[in-house]
């Protein structure tokens, strides 16, 4: 295990653990207990959170499929959904476009992918979504697989619509 998984494992971990570290101080009743991050997913998106966390910082490579050579948006998606799942996808973003229900920007779930216009046509870019406006995706050439915010201007403007292929537990 690289120093960077073991870190994203211990974060991952220490979420799950620690949801609500802010135990109350002596003489204080304790608060009703919130779930933590990973505890609001359903264990079928907690296997993709954790599977898409543990490629956080693999560089873009166009076409790419492999996180040891690098992955594209697409071959990101791919490697999260059948190593997390077991499910196998179609290899471009369009086609994954295709695939489950569609869903509305505003009924979005941990899990669902989420499609982006950023080549000048509908479904160019995916990424899957991981709550609070969030999704992690491979950007560009040149970046490496991380986190952004779907509330950014340039994601805005380019939304394209969501798919979600788990069923809720």
């Not at 991952?12 to 304790?30: I, K, R, S, V, W």
């Not at 933590?36 to 954790?50: F, K, N």
């Amino acid at each position: 295990m690289t120093r960077k998984n073991a870190f994203l494992s211990f974060c991952c971990a220490a979420l799950m653990t620690f949801g609500n570290a802010g135990a109350a101080f002596a003489g204080e009743p304790l608060p009703v207990e919130e779930p933590s991050l990973l505890e609001r997913y359903t264990s079928s998106a907690q296997d993709l959170i954790l599977k898409g966390f543990e490629l956080i910082g693999i560089n873009y490579r166009f076409g790419g499929t492999n996180p040891d050579t690098g992955l594209d948006c697409s071959g990101f998606v791919q490697v999260v959904f059948k190593d997390a799942m077991g499910i196998l996808l179609p290899r471009s973003a369009r086609e994954q476009s295709e695939v489950g229900a569609v869903v509305d920007r505003h009924e979005l779930k941990a899990g669902d992918l989420v499609f982006f216009n950023t080549m000048r046509r509908a479904f160019s870019h995916v990424g899957i979504y991981l709550g609070d406006n969030r999704f992690m995706h491979a950007p560009r050439t040149g970046a490496e697989v991380r986190i952004e915010d779907m509330r950014q201007s340039y994601w805005l403007q380019r939304y394209n619509g969501a798919r979600r292929l788990l069923t809720r537990e």
